[in-house]
């Protein structure tokens, strides 16, 4: 069965420790991986999309990587503003044989970074 | 560029009642899909539009429904609201028909059922 599998759902740091969230997906056909950054009470902020693996991309102190079942975001000297959830999501398939696809999220990683 | 807009953001309805929530896309952008967010089940899908048809629906009740207008704006209706209705509603949007394009998130309608 197609899913996402998020992990740890929580991680602690301090600040300046550098750390990896996972993504494992199990999809036959990757149309995308997305990542996602949520903060309390407002929308997914966009991060990063990955097509195909090896690909990575880079935002500040933010990396993400792409296999072909998994990707990770790496997070370089993390400082207290990057406490958030991170969200991965891929689409799958619509179901019954359709060709439409939805996005399906994992159930995030809750990142807290301390002074 | 704006982005995402969703109206409402806070709603208090009580059970039984209808709520109706809408959703303005980014300019050019012609899909828009729903998702309910709980603590529990985390981000699920509902639907999506796209050129005001619906082309995809999540595993929800037909009290969930939708629609979409010619400017691609969306509104989202529940009828009979019930107390686990209450979540966080978002909607995004993305240039073409889902598959592979990117969703743009607006800031959600937090909507609660007494």
């Known amino acids: 069965e197609d899913q996402v599998t998020q992990s740890p759902e929580a991680l602690r740091l301090q600040e300046g420790e550098s750390s990896s969230l996972n993504c494992s997906y199990t999809v036959s056909g990757l149309r995308g991986l997305f990542w996602y950054r949520q903060d309390p009470g407002k929308g997914p902020e966009f991060l990063f999309t990955l097509y195909s693996a090896g690909e990575e991309k880079e935002k500040e102190r933010l990396k993400a990587t792409l296999t072909k079942k998994e990707s990770f975001l790496h997070i370089t000297a993390p400082k207290p503003e990057d406490s958030a959830t991170y969200l991965c999501?891929?689409?799958?398939?619509?179901?019954?044989?359709?060709?439409?696809?939805?996005?399906?999220f994992g159930k995030g990683t809750l990142l807290t970074v301390n002074p | 560029k704006a982005g995402v807009t969703q109206t409402p953001r806070y709603l208090i309805k009580t059970r039984g009642q209808q709520v109706t929530l809408s959703c303005s896309p980014i300019s050019g952008h012609r899909s828009v899909s729903w998702y309910q967010q709980t603590p529990g089940q985390g981000l699920q899908f509902l639907f999506e539009?796209?050129?005001?048809?619906?082309?995809n629906k999540g595993n929800f009740p037909g009290r969930f429904s939708g629609r979409q207008f010619s400017n691609s704006r969306s509104e989202m209706n529940v009828s009979t609201l019930e107390l686990g209705d209450s979540a966080l509603y978002l909607c995004?949007?993305?240039?073409?028909?889902?598959?592979?394009?990117?969703?743009?998130f607006g800031p959600g309608t937090r909507l609660t059922v007494l």
């Open positions: 539009y796209f050129s005001e048809t619906q082309r």
């Open positions: 995004a949007s993305s240039k073409g028909q889902g598959g592979a394009d990117t969703q743009y």
């Open positions: 999501a891929v689409y799958l398939t619509g179901g019954s044989g359709g060709s439409n696809y939805k996005l399906t």
